[in-house]
Every structure is written in structure tokens, then in C-alpha cells.
């Protein structure tokens, strides 16, 4: 097993610069996603762990060893990619053992390990066909146990998920990351998905143009959001944001035609002279109907409704408080007709605070 580790790396395309200073420490045996939209240089930054990206600058080490200028065969890892990348032509064990053959695995241990990948993954009856006879599913699964026979120190998945269906998908992050456990193997996993990256991630590596954004938690991501665009990013629905000023001594908030009071513990050292320019990030999940529970103090606002979304337990709101479009949850009895005006409430300790101008957090 092995920690991955990313030091100042860069990669550019001539001028034009895709990964720039990326610092990254991935744990021993650690879940690790990578997440941010399309790119973001998320799918370079893995590929540069496998070997299948030169290194423009810094370094990239895999336990103790500095792999910049090894070839990847040499780096003890495996990758499993978006289009599965089996061999049509080959039975599902002639897929298995290609890498072993390679390798020039003695037959024993090479039918050992096989058979052993086959069992994990409950492909043992399909190992006589071809890729051409088998599902999205059960392909994903062979070019999983074509992963695990070789026995990596780390493990790469880009994108893996991205072309199954929607039930699929859901069973098949719970598989994959019940097996990075049973193996206790250090994973690293691409994905553009917010809602596979919080599922799966131990912790999560936001990237936007190259740059880390936040790294940490699920929850310590999605409940203190560095800067907007993370706190866009993580959370479906996303987060609504509207523009405010916060008084010269930081105790309110000022919206266009509504106020909402800042609690002490969310208020900034300082507010600035004449009030600072900020926006005020308000989670769905932290608006409410009248007579739920609300921690600490609420807001009492009016909403007019545009859109409602049935969910099926829920609905999910689409609205306007003033000029500014904000979306919420509620429960799914007495769906609200569009174009009426309904009660809210507003839970103030959970608003997120930015500074307007460099979008970076404000609250501790």
C-alpha cells in the first residue's frame, strides 16, 4: 500500500496551462475523489499517477518513490477507465490474466489470482464469455477484477461510473467502495458527479482550472464551503446566494428590500468602513415552512413560487424572494400552485458569509 503525493505539479500544452502548483497529499489507504466540472484537469491530474501524462513541473510520488520519470508499468498501479477497455476479442478470463501474462505469472498464481478477482466480484459464471455477451455492469466488473489481480499499491478510476444507467450507478459506488475497504487499497477516483464524490470520497479534492479549491471531509466541504464556487459545486440542489451589504459594525445584513440578521458567531472581525459588499449563501435544506424546527433564530420571509419539482418524498421549490431566485425543499403534501406567495423561514446560524469581490469565505 502507498500514500500518493503531489508537489507543486504543473502540466501545460505549450502556453496553455492545465494543472498549475497542485500540492495534494493522498493518505495511505485512503477513498480519495476528485471532483470538479469538465476541464478542470482532474482526469490529467490521475493520469499522471498512472504514467500516462508527462510532468511539466514538480514532482509525483507514490509511497517513497518519486515517479516522474518512471514508465508506468513500473508504478504499481492500476487504472480503470470510463469505456471499461476490455478486449472484445478475449474471453472475460483471457481479459483477467493479460496483465498477468505479462508480467509472466506462473500459471498456479495466475489462475489463483483469477479466480480469487472472479469470487470478489461475482463474475466467476461469466468468465467464459465475452465482453460483447456481457452487461454495463458485469463489463465494469471485469475491468475491476482486471485491477485487482495485478495486487496495486494504488488505485485509479476515472470516471467509471459515467456510462451506466442511473439505478447502476447508485449500485455500483456502493460496490466499488465496499471493495476499496475489503482490499484496503489507496484509491484515487475522477468524477464530475458531486453526489458520487460525497458518497464515496473519505475526503474530497475540489479543482476548478487546474487549482485546488478545498480539500477535506464530505461534510467538512459541503457545511463550510471555502469560497462560492465550492459551496456551487458540492450540494444538489445547489446553494442560493444573494447579494447584501453587511453594516460598518458586522450586525446586519441588508438584501434588496429584506434584511436578514447576522448572528454574532457568523459575524467577520470586521465589517469594513461604510459597510462591505458580500453574498450570503442560504443551503435549500436550511429554509423551512412555518412550524418546523429551526436551530437558533429564524428569518420570517415570503417567497412567490415559479416552478415546482415533484421528487417523489419531497418538492423541490424554485421561487423569488425580491429579485433574487431561491430554491428550498418541502414536504410533499399541498403542493403550492405557481404564483403564490408562501410563508418561509430562513435558519440564520446556517447562512455562509463571502466576500464579494474575491468569493473567498468569511465566517470561521
Same mark, same amino acid.
Given at each position: ?219 467538512? #466541504?459541503?457545511? $463550510? !464551503?471555502?469560497? /462560492? +464556487? ?11 446566494? @444573494? =447579494? *447584501? ?34 453574498? #450570503?449563501?442560504? $443551503? !435549500?435544506?436550511? /429554509? +423551512? ?11 420570517? @420571509? =415570503? *417567497? ?38 408562501? !410563508? ?21
Amino acid at each position: 500500500m502507498a500514500a500518493v503525493t503531489f508537489k507543486d505539479v504543473a502540466k501545460r500544452y505549450g502556453a496553455v496551462s492545465i494543472i498549475e502548483g497542485l500540492n495534494l497529499d493522498i493518505r495511505d489507504r485512503e477513498f480519495l475523489v476528485l471532483v470538479g466540472p469538465s476541464g478542470c484537469g482532474k482526469s490529467t491530474a490521475l493520469r499522471m499517477i498512472a504514467g500516462l501524462e508527462e510532468i511539466t513541473g514538480g514532482t509525483v510520488a507514490i509511497g517513497d518513490r518519486v515517479v516522474n520519470d518512471l514508465p508506468p508499468k513500473e508504478r504499481d498501479v492500476a487504472m480503470v477507465f470510463q469505456n471499461y477497455a476490455l478486449y472484445p476479442h478475449m474471453s472475460v478470463r483471457e481479459n483477467l490474466e493479460f496483465g498477468l501474462k505479462i508480467r509472466k505469472t506462473p500459471k498456479p498464481d495466475m489462475d489463483k489470482l483469477v479466480n480469487e478477482a472472479a469470487d470478489i466480484l461475482d463474475i466467476t459464471h461469466l468468465l467464459d464469455r465475452k465482453p460483447k455477451q456481457l452487461s454495463g455492469g458485469q463489463r465494469q466488473r471485469v475491468a475491476l477484477g482486471r485491477a485487482i489481480v495485478r495486487k496495486p499499491a494504488v488505485f485509479l478510476f476515472d470516471e467509471p461510473l459515467s456510462n451506466l444507467d442511473a439505478k447502476l450507478r447508485v449500485a455500483m459506488r456502493a460496490e466499488i467502495k465496499k471493495l476499496q475497504q475489503r482490499l484496503q487499497v489507496t484509491a484515487v477516483y475522477v468524477t464530475h458527479d458531486q453526489i458520487e464524490a460525497m458518497t464515496m470520497g473519505h475526503r474530497i479534492a475540489v479543482l476548478k482550472e487546474g487549482k485546488l479549491q478545498q480539500l477535506g471531509t464530505p461534510l467538512e #466541504v459541503y457545511e $463550510r !464551503p471555502a469560497n /462560492i +464556487f465550492v459551496a456551487q459545486f458540492i450540494g444538489s440542489p445547489p446553494m442560493n446566494f @444573494l =447579494e *447584501a451589504t453587511l453594516d460598518a459594525n458586522g450586525t446586519a445584513l441588508v438584501g434588496q428590500g429584506f434584511t436578514l440578521p447576522v448572528p454574532q458567531s457568523l459575524r467577520p472581525v470586521t465589517a469594513g468602513k461604510g459597510g462591505r459588499k458580500i453574498k #450570503v449563501g442560504i $443551503r !435549500p435544506d436550511h /429554509i +423551512f415552512q412555518p412550524g418546523q424546527a429551526v436551530r437558533g433564530e429564524p428569518a420570517k @420571509l =415570503e *417567497a412567490k413560487v415559479e416552478i415546482v419539482e415533484p421528487m417523489g418524498n419531497e418538492l423541490i421549490v424554485h421561487s423569488r424572494l425580491g429579485e433574487y431566485g431561491i430554491v428550498f425543499r418541502m414536504p410533499p403534501q399541498n403542493t403550492p400552485e405557481t404564483g403564490a406567495t408562501l !410563508p418561509v423561514v430562513v435558519e440564520l446560524d446556517s447562512l455562509h458569509l463571502f466576500d464579494a469581490e474575491t468569493e473567498q469565505r468569511l465566517t470561521a
